[in-house]
Structure formats: C-alpha cells, structure tokens
C-alpha cells in the first residue's frame, strides 16, 4: 500500500507512519520545511503548493495536521490558527483526492464536536454542539466535501483523548499525579472519551482497508467521569488524589479551552463497533497498564 501522509511529525503520526513502514508499506510524508529525504515531499498547507506527482499510485492520503488545542491559552489568534491549520490543508488534500482518484482519505476530527453533552450517550449519529471547537470541527469536517462529491472514502477520524507516554496528555497527567498533584477538574461528573494509544493506531490502520465511511468515534468502548480517570489514574500510579480544582481557577488558567476539561461528552465508539474493530484496551484500567511508563 501506498499512503501520503500529513501532519504526521507529531504524537499521532509518528506512530503511524512507523507502524506502516515496519510492515512494508511506502508512506510519503508532505513536510512544510526542507525535505530530508526521499520519502518526504515539500508542502505549503495553507496555500496549497505541492508536487502533485506524490499522489501517483497512493492508496490513501492520512491527513493529521492541526496546532496543539491542549495547554495553550485560546486567543483570538491561537483560536484563528486552530481553526486554519486544520481547514486549510484539509480543503488542499481533498481537493487533490478529487483531482487525482486518490481512493481513500482519513482526516483527523475529533470528540469535540458534540460539544457538551452531560450524561447522554453519543454516537456518531448525534449533532454538534455550540461550542468553539464543535463549530471548528463542523468546519473542519466539511472542508473534505470536494472528496466525497468525487466518491472518495472519506472517514473523520472523531478522536477522543489519547492515552500514551509520547503524547503530552498522559505525560503530563501522569507527572501531576505521581507529584501528588492530581485532582479532579471542576465538578469531576463531566464524561472523558479516552483511548489507548495503541488501539488509536490500530483503529487507523483498519479504517485504511475496511470499507467505513463518514463520522467515525475513535473512542474506547467505556468512556469514564473525570473523577473516575483521575482516580484510576491515582490508583495505577499508587498516588491519592483527592484535590479538586475548581472551575474558575481552570477558566483564570487556558481561558475558553476551560470548556474543554470542565465539559464532558459520553461518546461511544459505533461505526468502528459495526465495522467489527477489536479494542486492545476496552477499559482504562487495561490501558494505563499497558500506556504508562
Ligand atoms: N492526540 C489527541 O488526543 C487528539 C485528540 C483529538 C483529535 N486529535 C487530532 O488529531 C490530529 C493529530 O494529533 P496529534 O496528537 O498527533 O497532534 P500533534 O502531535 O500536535 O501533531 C499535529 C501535526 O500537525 C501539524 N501542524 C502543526 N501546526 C500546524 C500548522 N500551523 N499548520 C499545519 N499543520 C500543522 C504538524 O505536522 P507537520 O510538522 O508534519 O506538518 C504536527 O506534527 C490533530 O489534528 C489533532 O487535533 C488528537
């Protein structure tokens, strides 16, 4: 198989582009600086500049890019940069897929886009929320459309949190709890979508070569309150962790991104459970035993 891949530099991609090398397939990565390679081919996501000849032969184009939403302040600015480095090379790539029969293109998405949903169970079928990251979402989901109207499979990978050692989330959630430092955020009854980072991988490379299509939850079977993460996350690491901060400290802290950690969604993994995907990890206990170093 042959795969394009963008956005892969970070926590996500690396693992994905390793995992198909090691198994032999050809992954050509689209770089916004100066190739080092020659798997590697020059980009400018923004203004769309690219050799179109990297898209000869590709089975799937795996688009992955987007600034970090988690532990950066939402300014004006930071909320037009989260909103334009995923729009802008998602509207390039699948207008390439259009252009050149690419036959597949996973695009990132993410959980965010219920926006804040209590209790209720949600599933791919549900609609957005109202919140900045739902409306991002929503756009960033419809900047595909060239794709679909040319029949391309398109798949919105709907990530929840991401649970492993190499990305910043349980790293830093792991380093607070060990330090004595964890607690729950604001009431704690808001719902998590967590997933192990293993099976993140696995869901994507199955959605690679199994005929899913539209909206899919990459979302562990069994989503947890916050107070129930962050005292299984205390248990696995054999730390109390009965502090709670409370909502306004966290607002006064990352300003509208407090909506994210004090707001919850109980989304629930539906496509990727009717398509037959085997979860590694169904449970977080099972996952912080396999995730933390
Ligand atoms: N990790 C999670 O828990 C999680 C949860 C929900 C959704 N997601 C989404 O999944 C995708 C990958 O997540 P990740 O955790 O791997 O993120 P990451 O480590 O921050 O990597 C994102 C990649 O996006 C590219 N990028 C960064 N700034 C950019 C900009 N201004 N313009 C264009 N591209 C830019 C970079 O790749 P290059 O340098 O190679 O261009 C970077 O490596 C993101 O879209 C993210 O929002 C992740």
């Not at 590697?40 to 996501?45: A, D, V």
């Not at 900045?132 to 794709?147: K, N, P, R, Y």
């Not at 430092?181 to 704690?188: D, E, H, I, K, P």
Request: glycine share 8%; with cysteine; proline share 6%.
């Amino acid at each position: 198989m042959k795969v394009v891949a963008a956005g892969v530099s970070g926590f996500l991609g690396t693992r994905l582009t390793n995992a198909l090398t090691e198994a032999g397939h050809t992954v050509v990565r689209l770089v916004r600086s100066e190739p080092t390679g020659p798997h590697e081919s020059l980009w400018n996501p923004h203004s769309g500049d690219l050799d179109s000849s990297v898209f000869d032969g590709a089975d799937a184009v795996v688009n992955l890019c987007g600034a970090p939403t988690a532990f950066h302040r939402w300014t004006q600015d930071y909320k037009h940069l989260l909103l334009t480095s995923r729009v802008n090379p998602t509207r390039v790539l699948a207008a390439e897929c259009a252009r050149l029969g690419v036959p597949v293109l996973l695009n990132a998405s993410a959980v965010g886009y219920y926006g804040a949903r209590g209790t209720e169970i949600v599933t791919e079928h549900t609609g957005p929320g109202d919140s900045f990251l739902a409306d991002l979402c929503v756009q960033w989901e419809a900047a595909t459309a060239a794709a679909e109207a040319a029949d391309v499979r398109v798949v919105h990978l709907r990530t929840g949190l991401v649970l492993g050692m190499d990305g910043d989330l349980l790293k830093i959630m792991s380093l607070l709890t060990r330090l004595w430092a964890g607690a729950r955020l604001g009431s704690g009854e808001q719902y998590y979508p967590w997933i192990s980072a293993t099976d993140h991988l696995a869901a994507m490379l199955f959605l690679l070569t199994h005929p899913v299509h539209g909206p899919a939850n990459l979302t562990a079977p069994y989503p947890v309150t916050n107070a129930e993460f962050t005292k299984e996350l205390g248990r696995a690491l054999h730390r109390p962790t009965p502090w709670v901060v409370p909502e306004f400290a966290i607002r006064a802290l990352v300003g509208e991104f407090a909506d994210e950690l004090v707001d919850g969604r109980r989304a629930v993994p539906a496509a990727l459970h009717d398509a037959g995907f085997q979860f590694a990890h169904r449970t977080l206990p099972e996952a912080l035993a396999a995730e933390l170093r």
